[in-house]
């Protein structure tokens, strides 16, 4: 069975995607903050010279001025990172189709940022580089890396969408609906809008049309003033 996945999943539009891929990771850049800062559930927010994740602990180490302040990741909401000064160049080699190049940079910005933004982002332009090669079990490889620390919501959709049609390549039908289903639990509104058809377009190609329909159903009712769903 053929499994179909829309949103320019298919080889015809794969450059499309890779450019809305990187505009939208060049709107997330553009709204940074030229600041690290951590945003605690409480509703304050601390800003450091630096902030450093450490893994044992599951922990972040804030530095200032004055001192290093740790805090819990069970306390923290959000992070504002300051991006990657080779970040840009790597994103502009992979839409220029030089991904293969950019490989290199990107590895080590997803080492470098683990739990600390970028890992997310740059995981994201990797499994898009794989996924060109055709190599599906590297693409999700590296974004299962991110996406066993955090939930659906903390990872770019533009990820998310990278994994799944790496889970469709590589047939791992199971995963592709757990993920689906966690993104619809989970995730922002435009990630479970996206997340919907994309489940509606795996039904329909599995034969099941009556849930196929009530996906579609879904994505009318709960999305209809989304623009993440065209």
């Not at 010279?49 to 740790?70: C, D, H, L, M, N």
């Amino acid at each position: 069975m053929k499994m179909h996945i829309p949103l320019s999943f298919h080889r015809a539009g794969q450059a499309a995607a890779l450019a809305a891929f990187v505009t939208a990771l060049a709107a997330v850049q553009n709204t940074a903050c030229a600041a690290n800062r951590v945003f605690l559930l409480n509703g304050n927010a601390l800003t450091g010279q630096s902030i450093e994740w450490r893994g044992a602990e599951k922990e972040y180490r804030i530095t200032t001025a004055q001192s290093v302040v740790p805090v819990a990741m069970k306390d923290v909401d959000h992070l504002e990172i300051d991006k990657p000064a080779d970040f840009d160049k790597a994103a502009k080699m992979v839409e220029a189709g030089q991904g293969a190049a950019a490989i290199p940079i990107l590895k080590g910005i997803a080492e470098k940022y683990e739990m600390l933004v970028w890992d997310a982002q740059a995981a994201g332009l990797l499994g898009r580089v794989y996924i060109a090669q055709k190599d599906y079990s590297k693409a999700a490889d590296v974004i299962e890396t991110v996406l066993k620390h955090v939930k659906p919501d903390a990872v770019p959709l533009a990820t998310l969408r990278a994994y799944w049609e790496a889970l469709a390549g590589l047939k791992r039908t199971d995963d592709l609906h757990k993920a689906l289903d966690e993104a619809i639990g989970q995730g922002a509104r435009p990630t479970a809008a996206q997340a919907y058809l994309v489940r509606a377009g795996v039904e329909k190609a599995a034969g099941k049309t009556e849930d196929a329909a009530a996906d579609y159903l879904k994505l009318v009712l709960l999305f209809d003033n989304l623009n993440e769903v065209q």
